[in-house]
């Protein structure tokens, strides 16, 4: 297969648009304007599509380049097909909010046909997405990433329901200026931060985001690489985190956290804060030379003046323990039931966001991980040594975040019980035995 799959890729899409295309068609679209904010293709043209992009992911973009890349290939894509035209309806606002109109929009039969979804929101709408497979090809399917694969299927029927575009995952952020290499275990870490705290005078020997997400961020990746787990990743995200070996892991895990508080390393009041921006103000004031935070805070640290100094790690775990990955990303999926414009948005988002080549483009314009193997392997932006490259090996053999129906109700308890032991309001085992009820009397 090569880089640009998409090429090679007419499928149904391709045949619907063959069956009214014509030269008097194609060299009329030619001669006016058919990209605009909020439409793409000819006004009257026959076939509406209807797509519900992110506002910094589509092509009315505030970043230039982002915007270039997706104008280009949006009207490459509608010249050759002159007979559909594509109303942009870009999602702004409160996440809570959209997601909730959203699964009210799709019950009732009038969401968009096609709607980027965040893959911790998978859940929600696995039964109200139409499945890519009839539109995807056995390689094509391969080239995703494994565990970007695992998690754009329904955990219980195997279907494909989402195509994954970006892909991010959670690590440590340090100052490669004063690290030469950096910590594989969180007890080498403490001491790392704690001589360069002392030695460069910072405030903190390192930083985190303690608020909503640290689960899935931090606590998830850390349990499982001394082999605790918090959700299985199944179609309900059954709790398992008071079985022992878990239960075990949790609190050795809650106690180192707690341990950095009390010995000054990290602040109390990480709890408040859950914005990239809380990490990128601390990285620009030179605050701490260690971070744990995503990959996805990368173009703000690297905005900074201090930019050039940082570099990223995979994430560390207690000793005895192995690094263990998770990823998670943006995503399209399907909510129209027309199979025509099923087959024609598969092949739009394959040309624009997802093909190999598309999402190549797009990744290095917007500063995103792609999430296909053939993208990650052929274009250079993520084979040079760097920050691109270093989270481009991160994801990938990283597994995908837990999504199921019960997800956000462990993630509320958990964030929870990990704030109520970094204020030492509670134990760990009474955190964990708090988080546990909770959990059990709501599910």
Not at 303 to 315: I, L, N, R
Not at 396 to 413: E, N, S, T, Y
Request: glycine share 10%.
């Amino acid at each position: 297969m090569t880089l640009r799959d998409t090429m090679q890729r007419r499928r149904l899409a391709g045949l619907v648009a063959a069956m009214m295309l014509g030269w008097t068609a194609t060299h009329a679209v030619a001669q006016e304007q058919i990209i605009t904010p909020e439409l793409i293709g000819k006004a009257d043209a026959p076939i509406t599509l209807t797509i519900q992009p992110r506002f910094a992911y589509s092509h009315q973009s505030n970043d230039a380049k982002r915007r270039a890349v997706l104008t280009e290939a949006f009207e490459a894509w509608a010249r050759r097909h002159p007979d559909v035209k594509i109303q942009v309806q870009v999602q702004q606002g409160d996440d809570a909010v959209i997601v909730a109109k959203r699964l009210q929009d799709a019950a009732a039969g009038r969401a968009a046909d096609a709607i980027m979804v965040e893959d911790l929101d998978y859940g929600k709408f696995y039964d109200l997405t139409a499945s890519f497979d009839p539109y995807l090809t056995a390689a094509e399917k391969g080239d995703f990433l494994s565990g970007v694969m695992e998690g754009m299927k329904h955990p219980a029927t195997g279907e494909v329901k989402y195509l994954q575009m970006t892909s991010y995952t959670t690590g440590l952020w340090y100052r490669r200026d004063l690290v030469e290499t950096p910590p594989k275990t969180l007890e080498e870490l403490a001491q790392v931060a704690e001589k360069l705290k002392k030695e460069h005078n910072f405030r903190y020997g390192m930083f985190l985001l303690g608020g909503p997400g640290v689960m899935n961020y931090i606590l998830m990746p850390q349990m499982a690489g001394i082999g605790g787990s918090i959700i299985n990743n199944d179609e309900q995200a059954t709790p398992v985190f008071n079985e022992p070996a878990n239960r075990d892991a949790m609190m050795r895990v809650l106690s180192w956290h707690k341990d950095m508080v009390d010995r000054g390393l990290m602040p109390s009041d990480i709890v408040s804060f859950a914005a990239t921006g809380d990490v990128v103000s601390r990285v620009e004031a030179g605050e701490m030379p260690f971070a744990f935070g995503g990959t996805f805070m990368g173009g703000g640290i690297r905005g900074t003046s201090h930019g050039d100094k940082w570099a990223f790690a995979p994430m560390p775990t207690l000793a005895g323990g192995s690094s263990v990955q998770f990823q998670g990303g943006w995503s399209w999926g399907l909510f129209t039931k027309d199979a025509q414009k099923q087959a024609l948005l598969t092949d739009l988002l394959m040309e624009t966001y997802t093909g190999s080549w598309a999402m190549a483009r797009w990744g290095e314009a917007g500063g995103y991980t792609p999430t296909r193997v053939s993208a990650l392997k052929n274009y250079q932006a993520f084979t040079v040594e760097g920050l691109d490259k270093a989270f481009a090996d991160a994801v990938a053999d990283a597994r995908p975040f837990p999504k199921g129906k019960l997800r956000d109700v462990v993630d509320a308890a958990v964030n929870n019980a990990y704030q109520q032991v970094i204020l030492g309001a509670m134990t760990p085992e009474e955190a964990v035995d708090e988080a546990w009820a909770t959990v059990d009397a709501e599910r």
